[in-house]
């Protein structure tokens, strides 16, 4: 009698819990995506980055000897990364515009790329 008294109670312990995570789960969905949004990064910049990077690996039979990246700064790539950094800064409105507009006020003016060489040896990379 005992034995199906405790399988009854965790039985309906196990519902109540299931419920309770239910519920309260349910409002937590567009603030996990938001959170997911800032540690992993936005689907916007990352494909708008992914599109405008060029790389190019150069080896010597097994070896690399090194390995140069380039990404063009379009202004399709300053405006995802200026969301991006308003989202990770926690910028208001009025900053936000105010970083957005001198950033393309310098991708207007001038054609700019962020370029990355890496090397084994530290002693060869050196753009100068």
Known sequence: ?????????LAAGAVLLASFA???????GSRVANIYEKVIGSPTYEGATEALTRKKEVHDG???RFIF???????RWVQAFSE???K???LDTARKEQVVARWKGESDRYERFLVALFTPDDRLNDLE
Not at 1 to 9: E, H, I, T, W
């Open 69 to 75: 990246s380039a990404t063009w700064l379009s202004p």
């Open 1 to 9: 009698m005992r034995d199906r008294f405790l399988s009854g109670a």
């Open 88 to 90: 990770i800064y926690y």
């Open 22 to 28: 239910a519920l309260s789960g349910a409002g937590c």
């Open 62 to 64: 097994l070896e690399t």
């Open 84 to 86: 991006e950094y308003a």
